[in-house]
């Protein structure tokens, strides 16, 4: 089952636009992470945010983390094209040794 | 630094047929994951280790079996391919568990089974 969900499923901008993605999970974790898929490659590591932090910057990107909603939000500032691609939230139930990713949220960005 | 290789990138298998994916990490990483991607449905844990010599079943582990005979490589077999095999197979590994810290992918596995 999956423990983590992601919304919007797909989700279309304008470059230069800000792409916010919501992702909700079930069960108490000890940290969330982000990873970006480009279409046919494998993921890629954005960010981690733990349990007891409630926002991470890195770059261009913006994490939230609120547990008591058991949900975090991704904001990507300024959009590019290259930043079309798949995004998915990943959890480790319980705080254990693996992650459980969402189904993602494709995102599109134009030109 | 390669990272994680997956070996092959691609593979048409006939049905009942078997074979092996290779997945080799030269960041001397104690966990190693196999996971399986399928369209709207993320992905999916099959077979993970914690360390040399360890295996222990995911989410979907029926069909594929594993083994971790060396650190940095970590096999996934399909001793019999079904056409519900038909995915794309995601190896990762992580310094610690990933509860703790980033997973690192490789490329992917696309596989297909008449």
């Known amino acids: 089952s999956q423990q983590g969900e992601e919304d919007p499923q797909a989700l279309s901008i304008q470059e230069g636009e800000n792409a916010t993605m919501n992702c909700s999970y079930k069960?108490?974790?000890?940290?969330l992470q982000w990873y970006r898929q480009n279409s046919g490659r494998g993921l890629v590591h954005l960010i981690l945010?733990?349990?007891?932090?409630r926002e991470k910057h890195s770059g261009r990107l913006r994490v939230t983390l609120d547990t008591s909603k058991k949900s975090s939000s991704l904001l990507i500032t300024a959009s590019r094209a290259a930043d079309t691609a798949s995004y998915f939230c990943?959890?480790?139930?319980?705080?254990?040794?693996?992650?459980?990713f969402g189904t993602g949220t494709q995102l599109k960005v134009e030109l | 630094n390669a990272g994680v290789t997956q070996t092959p990138k691609f593979r048409v298998l006939k049905t009942g047929q078997s074979m092996t994916l290779l997945c080799a990490q030269d960041?001397?990483?104690?966990?190693m994951y196999w996971y399986r991607q399928d369209p709207g449905m993320g992905l999916r844990l099959i077979h993970y280790?914690?360390?040399?010599?360890?295996?222990a079943k995911g989410e979907v582990p029926d069909g594929y079996n594993v083994s971790r005979l060396k650190k940095q490589n970590f096999l996934l077999g399909l001793e019999s391919a079904a056409p519900s095999q038909t995915s794309v197979y995601f190896c990762?590994?992580?310094?610690?568990?990933?509860?703790?810290?980033?997973?690192?992918f490789g490329q992917g596995t696309r596989l297909t089974v008449v």
């Open positions: 990762a590994s992580s310094l610690l568990g990933q509860g703790s810290t980033e997973a690192f």
């Open positions: 069960t108490s974790i000890n940290n």
């Open positions: 945010i733990r349990s007891n932090e």
């Open positions: 990943a959890t480790p139930p319980g705080g254990g040794n693996k992650l459980t």
């Open positions: 960041m001397n990483h104690e966990y």
């Open positions: 280790s914690v360390g040399e010599g360890t295996t």
